[in-house]
């Protein structure tokens, strides 16, 4: 199991639970240690990186953001997220698109400064090792 | 607003004139009323169905929305578990079954194909906004894009110095994208794409030229292998997307 510094956990937001399902396997596949939480909607997100019982232990490092979600959108969250307090804040949020052909929702990840990147669905092992390899530090 | 006799009201346009003797002294005044009830009504159904195009095209960027969402989701899973099952279950399965889910893969990622390729098409109707954009910049994300198939054909793409202009950046992607995807999927058998972009300035415009080594066209397109669109003009940059579908149609 390979580790990163300051990565003890990563947080899926995406409303179908089988994309969920397929990204937590994705990132068993990268052999990366981290605990990964999958919520179905924006609500749970926010109160998830809230909490108060959340050990530092398993605090993420990564949110994986879904864009399109019935009611509270991606949007939606990041609206939400940006008046958390820092230290319920992140260090890497990357946005998921379905397709590659909504320029609309890439152009506005791109505005967001908390938004590092936007990856296109499914998940693959080694874009999520490249992702935490870019923005996380090594640990031996 | 002109009254009926029978106190009804009615829209008109009134004009009233002074009638004048030889003596210039005001006789009278002539007063015409044209009843503007006919032109009223043609303006209203013409609001009408304005508004209803304007509810119309709103249905349809809808339908676009469920097209690119919520038909792409499902057929996602569908890819993503059979994967699964073969990266987890693949020993169990013999080579009979392995060739049943590849039938399946191959199944959902043409649906997919096809649904992105109607998205294409309905977002090329679409008024688009003139943007800057930077041809140098743009042919390298085609290309990005494109990678797969450029490495499995071993294509070499050559392009410098394309220009910066004001135009439909989805659709020159969309341009770019279809020509050099043509330039590789129409190569000589056991020849490897050589691709060149060019471009000249002319009185009218930019000269966009996308040269490749491939199977070439019926002589009687031969000329056509250059497309011509001018910046600032959306018709012709629709018209050249045109060209290149109908171009890979020939083909």
């Known amino acids: 199991m390979k580790k990163y510094k300051d990565l003890h956990g990563v947080l899926l937001v995406d409303d179908d639970k089988f994309t969920n399902l397929i990204h937590t396997k994705a990132i068993e596949r990268t052999g990366i240690d981290v605990q990964v939480k999958a ?4 609500k749970d997100a926010l109160d998830f990186l809230t909490s108060q019982q959340l050990a530092d232990s398993v605090r993420p490092g990564i949110i994986l953001l879904d864009i399109n979600m019935p009611g509270l959108s991606g949007w939606d969250f990041m609206t939400a997220y940006h008046q958390l307090e820092e230290k319920f804040k992140v260090k890497v949020i990357v946005t998921m698109l379905t397709t590659s052909l909504n320029p609309d ?6 505005l967001d400064n908390q938004i590092v990147s936007f ?7 080694e874009i999520f090792s490249q992702l935490v390899e870019e923005y996380f530090e090594k640990e031996d | 607003m002109a009254c009926e006799k029978d106190k009804t009201t009615f829209w008109a346009s009134i004009s009233i004139k002074a009638l004048y003797n ?5 006789i009278g005044f002539a007063k015409i009323t044209r009843d503007l009830t006919d032109r009223q009504l043609a303006e209203k159904i013409i609001l009408q169905h304005a508004q209803q195009i304007e509810h119309k095209n709103k249905e349809l960027e809808q339908f676009v929305y469920i097209a690119s969402h919520d038909l792409q989701e499902p057929l996602l899973n569908l890819t993503n578990f059979v994967e ?11 080579e009979t079954a392995n060739m049943y889910f590849d039938v399946i893969s191959q199944g959902a990622s043409r649906m997919r194909n096809l649904i992105r390729c109607l998205l294409d098409y309905s977002r090329l109707g679409q008024q688009a906004k003139l943007v800057r954009v930077d041809c140098q910049q743009l042919v390298e994300t085609v290309i990005s894009d494109l990678s797969v198939p450029i490495k499995a054909s071993g294509a070499e793409i050559h392009f410098e110095n394309l220009p910066i202009l004001v135009g439909y950046a989805t659709e020159l992607h969309q341009l770019f994208q279809n020509l050099l995807s043509n330039a590789i999927k129409f190569r000589k058998p056991g020849v ?7 471009a000249e300035q002319t009185a009218e415009g930019w000269r966009f030229a996308v040269s490749d080594n491939g199977i070439g066209i019926a002589p009687e397109f031969k000329e056509k292998i250059f497309l011509i669109f001018q910046r600032l003009h959306e018709r012709e940059a629709y018209e050249g997307n045109g060209i290149g579908l109908a171009h890979c149609k020939k083909l």
């Open chain 1, 119 to 125: 990856l296109h669905k499914p998940l693959r092992p």
């Open chain 2, 22 to 26: 030889e003596k210039a002294e005001v």
């Open chain 1, 105 to 110: 929702d890439e152009n506005r990840a791109k």
């Open chain 2, 84 to 94: 699964l099952l073969q990266y987890e279950y693949g020993s169990l399965f013999d």
């Open chain 1, 39 to 42: 919520v179905s909607n924006v």
């Open chain 2, 192 to 198: 490897s794409p050589d691709i060149r972009i060019t």
